[in-house]
Protein backbone atom coordinates (compact mmCIF):
# COMPACT_ATOMS: atom_id res chain seq x y z
CA UNK A 1 0.00 0.00 0.00
CA UNK A 2 1.39 3.63 -1.22
CA UNK A 3 1.20 6.24 1.25
CA UNK A 4 -2.07 8.16 -0.93
CA UNK A 5 -3.38 4.79 -0.70
CA UNK A 6 -2.67 4.41 3.22
CA UNK A 7 -3.95 7.98 4.08
CA UNK A 8 -7.06 7.30 2.22
CA UNK A 9 -7.62 4.60 4.04
CA UNK A 10 -7.19 5.83 7.29
CA UNK A 11 -9.60 8.52 6.58
CA UNK A 12 -12.27 6.38 6.03
CA UNK A 13 -11.24 4.50 8.85
CA UNK A 14 -11.43 7.96 11.48
CA UNK A 15 -14.61 8.85 9.26
CA UNK A 16 -16.67 5.78 10.18
CA UNK A 17 -15.31 5.42 13.71
CA UNK A 18 -18.56 6.17 15.14
CA UNK A 19 -20.41 4.14 12.72
CA UNK A 20 -18.15 1.27 13.19
CA UNK A 21 -18.22 1.43 17.15
CA UNK A 22 -22.27 0.94 16.88
CA UNK A 23 -21.51 -1.74 14.77
CA UNK A 24 -19.34 -3.47 17.20
CA UNK A 25 -21.67 -3.33 19.91
CA UNK A 26 -24.39 -4.46 17.72
CA UNK A 27 -22.31 -7.40 16.96
CA UNK A 28 -21.22 -8.07 20.43
CA UNK A 29 -24.76 -8.12 21.53
CA UNK A 30 -25.80 -10.43 18.39
CA UNK A 31 -23.20 -12.60 19.46
CA UNK A 32 -24.27 -12.78 22.85
CA UNK A 33 -27.67 -13.54 21.78
CA UNK A 34 -26.54 -16.31 19.82
CA UNK A 35 -24.38 -17.84 22.44
CA UNK A 36 -27.15 -18.08 25.16
CA UNK A 37 -29.24 -19.74 22.60
CA UNK A 38 -26.53 -22.19 22.01
CA UNK A 39 -25.88 -22.76 25.55
CA UNK A 40 -29.95 -23.16 26.24
CA UNK A 41 -30.36 -26.04 23.77
CA UNK A 42 -27.55 -27.68 25.91
CA UNK A 43 -29.80 -27.69 28.86
CA UNK A 44 -33.21 -29.14 27.04
CA UNK A 45 -34.86 -25.88 26.28
CA UNK A 46 -34.72 -26.22 22.57
CA UNK A 47 -34.52 -29.77 20.53
CA UNK A 48 -31.51 -30.54 18.95
CA UNK A 49 -31.72 -30.98 15.05
CA UNK A 50 -30.02 -32.14 11.93
CA UNK A 51 -27.64 -34.25 11.39
CA UNK A 52 -24.81 -32.14 10.57
CA UNK A 53 -25.19 -30.75 6.82
CA UNK A 54 -25.90 -27.73 5.41
CA UNK A 55 -29.20 -27.37 6.72
CA UNK A 56 -28.54 -28.24 10.11
CA UNK A 57 -29.32 -25.63 12.37
CA UNK A 58 -26.58 -26.36 14.69
CA UNK A 59 -24.24 -25.84 12.36
CA UNK A 60 -25.85 -22.78 10.86
CA UNK A 61 -25.93 -21.93 14.42
CA UNK A 62 -21.73 -22.39 14.50
CA UNK A 63 -20.95 -20.93 11.44
CA UNK A 64 -22.91 -17.21 12.10
CA UNK A 65 -21.22 -17.40 15.51
CA UNK A 66 -17.91 -17.53 13.49
CA UNK A 67 -18.96 -15.28 11.28
CA UNK A 68 -19.77 -12.70 13.46
CA UNK A 69 -16.41 -13.27 15.86
CA UNK A 70 -14.48 -12.47 12.20
CA UNK A 71 -16.53 -9.72 12.07
CA UNK A 72 -15.79 -8.22 15.26
CA UNK A 73 -12.03 -9.00 15.12
CA UNK A 74 -11.46 -6.63 11.70
CA UNK A 75 -13.68 -3.73 13.53
CA UNK A 76 -11.78 -4.10 16.68
CA UNK A 77 -8.27 -4.05 14.93
CA UNK A 78 -9.56 -0.28 13.43
CA UNK A 79 -11.59 1.02 16.23
CA UNK A 80 -9.20 -0.09 19.45
CA UNK A 81 -6.14 2.05 17.87
CA UNK A 82 -8.22 4.84 17.50
CA UNK A 83 -10.29 4.96 20.53
CA UNK A 84 -6.81 4.70 22.30
CA UNK A 85 -5.21 7.92 20.03
CA UNK A 86 -8.39 9.88 21.22
CA UNK A 87 -7.76 8.74 24.54
CA UNK A 88 -4.42 9.68 24.75
CA UNK A 89 -5.28 13.15 22.53
CA UNK A 90 -7.76 13.88 25.61
CA UNK A 91 -5.45 13.27 28.57
CA UNK A 92 -5.65 16.02 31.02
CA UNK A 93 -1.82 16.40 30.77
CA UNK A 94 -2.18 18.13 27.10
CA UNK A 95 -1.32 21.74 27.14
CA UNK A 96 -4.15 23.62 25.29
CA UNK A 97 -1.56 25.28 23.29
CA UNK A 98 -0.15 22.07 22.00
CA UNK A 99 -0.31 20.57 18.78
CA UNK A 100 -1.81 17.56 20.10
CA UNK A 101 -4.46 19.70 21.62
CA UNK A 102 -5.27 20.64 18.00
CA UNK A 103 -5.12 16.74 16.71
CA UNK A 104 -7.56 16.19 19.43
CA UNK A 105 -9.94 18.98 18.53
CA UNK A 106 -9.47 17.92 14.39
CA UNK A 107 -10.66 14.19 15.15
CA UNK A 108 -13.85 15.23 17.39
CA UNK A 109 -14.99 18.03 15.12
CA UNK A 110 -13.75 17.01 11.71
CA UNK A 111 -13.76 13.08 11.97
CA UNK A 112 -16.42 12.31 14.50
CA UNK A 113 -18.43 15.70 14.18
CA UNK A 114 -18.66 15.85 10.48
CA UNK A 115 -17.63 19.48 9.78
CA UNK A 116 -15.84 20.65 6.76
CA UNK A 117 -11.85 21.73 7.49
CA UNK A 118 -13.44 25.41 6.83
CA UNK A 119 -15.70 25.07 9.14
CA UNK A 120 -12.82 23.13 11.79
CA UNK A 121 -11.06 26.33 11.24
CA UNK A 122 -13.44 28.72 11.76
CA UNK A 123 -14.42 26.68 15.06
CA UNK A 124 -10.12 26.76 15.80
CA UNK A 125 -9.69 29.98 14.75
CA UNK A 126 -7.00 28.93 12.82
CA UNK A 127 -6.20 28.55 9.29
CA UNK A 128 -7.46 25.70 6.81
CA UNK A 129 -3.79 25.09 5.98
CA UNK A 130 -3.22 24.53 9.80
CA UNK A 131 -5.87 22.91 9.88
CA UNK A 132 -4.65 20.39 6.87
CA UNK A 133 -1.45 19.90 8.40
CA UNK A 134 -2.93 18.39 12.10
CA UNK A 135 -4.81 16.27 9.94
CA UNK A 136 -2.10 14.86 8.26
CA UNK A 137 0.14 14.67 11.64
CA UNK A 138 -3.11 13.01 12.77
CA UNK A 139 -3.38 10.74 10.18
CA UNK A 140 0.18 9.77 10.11
CA UNK A 141 -0.17 8.74 13.66
CA UNK A 142 -2.99 6.52 13.39
CA UNK A 143 -1.32 4.85 10.80
CA UNK A 144 1.58 4.13 12.43
CA UNK A 145 -0.90 3.08 15.28
CA UNK A 146 -2.38 0.44 13.02
CA UNK A 147 0.59 -1.00 11.95
CA UNK A 148 0.48 -0.01 8.12
Avoid: W
Avoid at 20 to 42: D, Q, Y
Avoid at 97 to 102: A, H, R, W
Avoid at 108 to 137: H, P, W
Amino acid sequence: MDGKTKFRYVERCLYKYPENCIRLNTLRNALEELRASTSARGQGFEPIMGGGGPGDPVAMRAARIADIEGEIAGLEAITAPIAQIHKELGSEYILADSPKYGMRKILDLCYFGGNSGAQVAQILNTSERNVYKMRCRLVDMVIRCLGL
